[in-house]
Structure formats: C-alpha cells, structure tokens
C-alpha cells in the first residue's frame, strides 16, 4: 500500500472527526447549530460580514479560507486537500472533434485526455459513456478502436450516429453497468475510462477491478451521495476500519457537501436556487409556527424554472402537498422577510461548512484508491483541470504494474 496515500487518508480521517460538528449538520435543516455556542466568537465574526463579503466567500472559497484562518485549522486542511496537477501538456485538438458536444463538457474532454496514454495493445472502453464524446475523443487522438458503455439505447443510438458521421472506431454498447453482464466486456488488457461517472456507478467500476478484468483505470468520480446506502460504505478495507475505528459515519446527505461547488452554474439559475432556497424557508417558519413543530420538513422538489409566479401560490401549492392549511388572513410578506433572514444565516453557516468541503471529497477519493491498491493497482491522483472549468477535476489513474 501507498504509504503517502494511506497516511494522508489517516490524517484527514482524523481532521474530519476532528471537525464534525462543522460539517455534518446541514444548516438548512438545522437552525441552531452546536458550534456557533461553542465558537462563539467566530460566529460573532461571521454576522458582522457585509454581503459582498459573503459573496465573495463563495466564489472564492480561497478568501473564506484565509478569513476562517483564525479560529479554524485551514493550514492542515489545505495541505492535505492539496492533489497536483497532472503535469501533462494540455493537448491541441481540432475544435471541428468538438462538433456535437456543450461547450464546457468540450473543454472537460479536452482537459481529461491530455492526461491519458493508451497501451499497446489495449482495449479500451468508455464506462457509462452517454453518447460516447469522451470514447471519440480517445478513438481519434491515439487511432485506437473504443467501446462505449451506456445503459440508455437512445443514448447509444445517437452516439452511433456521431461515431459515423464523425468517422470514429467506436462501439456504443447498452449496457446496465451495475448488472452483472458488464464482465463480458471487460478483459486482462482493458483499459477503462469514466468521466465523471456518478456514486454507484463508479464505485461498481472500482469492485470490479481484478487483474483478470482490467489493466487500467482512468476515472474522475462524481456525485459520490447517488449511491442505494442510507450510510457511506467504505470501499477499502483501511476505510472500513478506520471508519469503525473513529466512529466516523456519514450519511448520504451528508455526502452531498463533497460536491456542492456550483461555481459552473449560470447566472439565472443561481438567482433561481436563491429564490426557491428562500421560499422554502420562509414556508417552513410559516408551517413550524402554524403546526407548533420547530423541526424542518422536506418538501416535494420543484424543478427550476417551475416554481409559481407568487410566494403566496408557492406557499399554497406546498401546504396542499403536506395536507396542512393556511388560514386566509396570512402575512405572506411577512413570512418571505424571515426566510430571507433565516437563509442569510444558512450562507453564514455553510461559510464554515464549506471549509471541509474538498477535504471531504479528497477523503472519498483516497478510499477509491487505498481499494485498488489493495486489489493489487499502482495508483496515482491529479488534477486535471482548474475548479473554474469543474470543481470535480480529480482524476485517479491506476494500472497493474
């Protein structure tokens, strides 16, 4: 085992316990939180923030760092968050191989493959490949025949259309990859590619590297809370003890802080977060007062762009859904300023929260590889591109040696 990988991963086993009280409550759901008694002076610190302050500690959670520097450890958090660039030489591709795809996904593919160095002989394959944009790339950058795995035919369908049109050698495959048919795919010489593959579907990529199925991984994870357990799993088995070791549990919703930077997000959906953020809110004061409950109760999600055109509709639509009623003479005005307060609050806390954010992610990381070190892989993790272009710009290559 990686000796650096494995202490690093013990050391920010440690910082997280550590830190619990920071990051696993979810200020949303939680108004009072322990560690604003317990570190009151920064908390007092934080309701003196003016609100371009606090906007700029979003955007850049450097400055958030180097403002919390005082009360909390930032120089340890940083320093075992710290992944390298890959030091590859950013490739020079033809925009024309960017026919087809968004302009940032173009510009993630572009960024992920400079990174990449195909075997001779290899058979590669893209792991839930969705219309097989990063399998073409590949196939046209090193002249390398790809299968592209994709459990949705209309995807496949279409990414076969581009194969052709493009003139690519790539193979879209339907394929569940989670079922256990995948292994007629894979083979001792595979080398296997995902591009932000999501929870469950890269962590079955993970269980199934076993010298007889692959030789090679190159895999940026994402989403790591879409995944069936109520409870983080670890996949190592050093994050399996060191979790019972420490009593470091974590549930699914605590997982989604691993990847809550949204600093890809356009304007106008931001300003939408924002609006159903505070309209939620503000309709569970109005619901926790009128049903003489103090705890928060998730609602039914409504897409962006579909909330109604009134926060009083808004607050109708909800109570019908929770079977609660509104008595008529409602203040709805009233209840929109305390939503706007009380979510003032919660960017407050989530200043603090978001401290432990890529420590987090960078842990989840280190489980992934500490399990493939242990199935026999020489592992290495890098970035390979800035937060700007992604914030899950990780990539974990291994290979048997």
């Known amino acids: 085992m990686s000796e650096n990988l494995a202490d690093r991963f013990d050391q920010l086993s440690q910082l997280l316990v550590e830190g619990a009280e920071f990051w696993q409550p979810v ?13 009151r002076p920064l908390w007092q610190a934080l309701q003196r923030v003016g609100d371009e302050q606090l906007q700029r500690f979003e955007d850049d959670p450097e400055q958030a760092e180097s403002w919390l520097a005082a009360w909390l450890p930032v120089t ?9 660039a890959t030091g590859q030489t950013a490739v ?30 290899s058979h590669v394959l893209e792991w839930c490949a969705g219309k097989g944009h990063l399998a073409r790339t590949i196939s046209r950058l090193h002249q390398v ?5 994709e459990w949705q035919a209309s995807l496949c369908e279409e990414g076969e259309r581009l194969s052709r049109s493009q003139n690519t050698s790539v193979t879209a495959v339907t394929q569940d990859v989670l079922a256990d ?21 890269h962590r079955r990529l993970i269980a199934l590297a076993t010298p007889e199925k692959m030789q090679r991984i190159t895999l940026a994870p994402c989403c790591y809370h879409l995944t069936e357990q109520p409870v983080y799993q670890p996949l190592s088995r050093r994050g399996q003890q060191i979790c019972a070791d420490l009593q470091l549990w974590i549930s699914r919703e605590q997982l989604r802080l691993a990847v809550q930077e ?44 579909q909330l109604p055109a009134a926060f009083a509709d808004f607050c109708l ?32 806390a989530e200043v603090v929260r978001h401290l432990y954010r890529r ?12 399990a493939l070190e242990e199935q026999g892989f020489s592992v290495a993790l890098s970035t390979f591109c800035a937060r700007e272009l992604t914030p899950r710009n990780i990539v974990l290559s291994a290979h048997r040696p």
């Open 27 to 39: 200020p949303f759901k939680t108004e009072q939180l322990a560690w604003q008694k317990n570190y």
């Open 76 to 84: 340890a958090i940083q320093q075992l968050s710290g992944i390298p």
């Open 92 to 121: 020079s591709l033809p925009s024309t191989w960017g026919d087809h795809m968004p302009g940032r996904k173009w510009q993630q593919v572009c960024a992920f493959v400079s990174g990449v160095t195909i075997a001779s002989p």
């Open 145 to 149: 025949s790809v299968t592209a795995l």
């Open 181 to 201: 048919s995948v292994c007629q795919h894979l083979q001792a010489d595979s080398h296997v590619l995902a591009l932000h593959a999501c929870g469950d579907l």
């Open 262 to 305: 949204t600093v890809t997000a356009p304007a106008y959906v931001r300003r939408q977060r924002r609006q159903a953020s505070i309209w939620r809110l503000a309709f569970d004061l109005l619901r926790q007062t009128l049903q003489q409950d103090s705890q928060y109760l998730s609602m039914p999600s409504i897409p962006y762009g």
């Open 317 to 348: 639509q909800q109570a019908e859904q929770l079977g609660c009623s509104i008595p008529g003479q409602t203040d709805f005005h009233h209840w929109l300023q305390q939503g706007e307060v009380r979510y003032r609050q919660v960017r407050l």
């Open 359 to 370: 420590p987090l992610e960078v842990w989840l990381v280190l489980d992934r590889a500490l």
